[in-house]
């Protein structure tokens, strides 16, 4: 060691030979060279009174800088830690500084830990923390905890702690500490409490609303799940009626990009709601004031074209058509009637379909009230006039029972030129027309119901505002419609003897074959019309364009 009056200083380290020993004054360009680029743990010893100071830096010329300037007073801040302050009342030629080694830069912390456990006497030399590397142990004299309770800080002193912080990104390893943080109740509190009817600014919100999370801290939010202790909070919240109101106002009249709903929809798809959810569902109780709210509430005429044209061509499965009609099982074409509490008038209507063209009322609204019995718009009671089981007595009563001839002549002047006749549908923006064969199968390509097909045939009127309904007759049809009375009874007399005659049927795609002992029993199964069955077996011509249709020939 060349220094030797410096032995009896540094005789007690433990029997560890220091690296480098300089004097902080003489040696000040010899201590910048030497620790230029390196890391390691240092000793700083007062010569006068034995106190040191242990500490470490991963850039040792940099660190030691900062001791060997503390004399010039204008530069640096005021006093800072015990260290600091000793410098200044004795002064850089009063101190020695000891390099104790010399290590890699993850090896600091532990380092110096060793060496402040092995040489420092806490409460008599320099260092105040117990720990290297924090400030965990230490404590605030009361003198000093006055001065920093109510200390605010200046614009200046805000923006340069903010410019320091921005941009830096915590370790895994302190993310972990974060995350298993559990703060107690009464830090809770006193955290609520002083949050508690704080505003932001109206640069802060702007910030906010701009603001727009990664795909990544999306997918974070997603999948982190939500606490026991929260879930119960959120289910017994009440939300006051102020809040409710500022949802409203805020809510009202936005509406969501395309690129959102596009979002929303991939995310809906395929997802079920639970059992238990659909059971809170069934047995909600819908106050009457929001049924009086969904009745009044109307959809404008642009909201009822966007959801025709997204029907428009859409066919349902074979799952859900299985539903509907399992859910419609013992309803449909049973009669409702509806009574007026306030007036007591009382309307009877042939089927819920009926009910709900003449009232304006939804479908499911007339079958919920129907089931429940609760009141429907605040005025009406529905009930249904007839059981299945009363329904199934009147059919039994029927079964067997003969028409007259006279009834059978007003079913077919009501039912001539419709039943089973083709129809066509026209788009009257596209120019795209289509043929059917029957109304049936006109439902089920474009998802309107028989009535609203037939009406708008024989009304003229658009159907899903684009598309335009006619009847297609065959030439046979309008030449008996066309025909003398005297040529009519040609006509049914040249059809005598056929009428009861058996059909083959070939479908032309699959090559299957059916018969029907009578074009009567054809007409019900295929769903075409008796005079287009035979007009097709005598020309030949194809039914529906997949059908060849012959009489059997009994020889």
């Not at 109780?285 to 929001?290: D, G």
Request: charged letters at 30%.
């Amino acid at each position: 060691m060349k220094n030797q009056k410096y032995k009896d200083l540094v005789a007690d380290l433990k029997g560890k030979k220091p690296e480098a020993v300089y004097c902080l004054l003489r040696d000040r360009v010899k201590i910048l060279r030497e620790t230029r680029g390196k890391s390691g743990v240092y000793c700083i010893i007062n010569k006068t009174n034995g106190r040191r100071y242990v500490g470490s830096s991963v850039h040792l010329a940099k660190r030691l800088a900062y001791y060997l300037s503390i004399n010039n007073s204008t530069v640096l801040p005021p006093a800072r830690s015990a260290i600091y302050n000793s410098i200044k009342k004795y002064g850089l030629g009063n101190f020695i500084l000891v390099i104790i080694e010399t290590c890699e830069a993850e090896s600091c912390i532990a380092q110096e830990q060793h060496y402040i456990d092995t040489l420092i006497n806490m409460g008599k030399d320099y260092n105040l923390n117990p720990k290297a590397g924090s400030w965990l142990g230490f404590k605030h004299s009361p003198a000093t905890l006055a001065k920093l309770t109510g200390r605010k800080r200046s614009a200046v002193t805000i923006k340069k702690i903010g410019d320091s912080l921005r941009g830096r990104k915590h370790s895994e390893a302190t993310l972990a500490l974060l995350r298993g943080l559990r703060r107690s109740q009464e830090t809770k509190d006193k955290i609520g409490a002083a949050s508690r009817g704080r505003k932001h600014s109206e640069a802060t919100l702007a910030k906010l609303r701009g603001r727009k999370h990664s795909e990544a801290a999306l997918v974070k939010i997603g999948e982190r799940p939500c606490s026991e202790l929260a879930l119960a909070k959120l289910k017994g919240r009440v939300v006051s009626e102020e809040t409710r109101a500022k949802l409203s106002a805020a809510l009202t009249g936005r509406k969501l990009s395309e690129e959102t709903r596009a979002k929303l929809s991939a995310i809906a798809k395929g997802r079920k709601a639970s059992e238990a959810t659909l059971a809170k569902l069934r047995g909600r109780v819908v106050s009457e004031e929001t049924r009086a709210k969904l009745s009044d509430k109307k959809a404008s005429a642009e909201a009822r074209a966007k959801m025709r044209a997204v029907r428009l061509g859409k066919a349902h499965s074979e799952e859900t058509r299985a539903k509907m009609r399992a859910a419609a099982a013992g309803k449909v074409g049973t009669g409702i009637a509806v009574t007026n509490v306030k007036t007591g008038e009382v309307q009877e209507f042939a089927s819920i379909g009926k009910a709900v063209r003449a009232l304006g009322f939804g479908l499911s609204m007339i079958k919920n009230r129907a089931e429940s019995g609760a009141l429907m718009g605040d005025a009406y009671v529905v009930k249904y006039m007839e059981s299945a089981e009363t329904r199934a007595k009147i059919s039994a009563v029927r079964l067997g029972k003969t028409a007259s001839e006279e009834t059978r002549a007003k079913m077919r002047a009501a039912a001539a030129g419709k039943v089973g006749m083709e129809i066509v549908v026209t788009n009257v923006k596209t120019g795209e027309t289509q043929e059917f064969a029957s109304i049936g199968k006109a439902v089920r390509a474009l998802g309107f119901s028989p009535f609203v097909i037939k009406s708008r045939a024989e009304s003229g009127a658009l159907l899903g505002d684009t598309c335009v309904v006619k009847y297609m007759e065959s030439a046979e049809t309008q030449a008996e419609k066309t025909a003398s009375e005297e040529t009519r009874a040609i006509i049914r007399a040249a059809a005598a003897g056929r009428v009861a005659m058996e059909i083959v049927v070939t479908n032309v795609k699959t090559g299957e074959t059916q018969e029907f002992a009578s074009i009567g029993k054809a007409v019900r199964d295929l769903g075409f019309s008796p005079f287009v069955i035979k007009s097709r077996a005598e020309s030949g011509a194809l039914m529906g364009d997949t059908y060849v249709v012959r009489f059997k020939d009994k020889s």
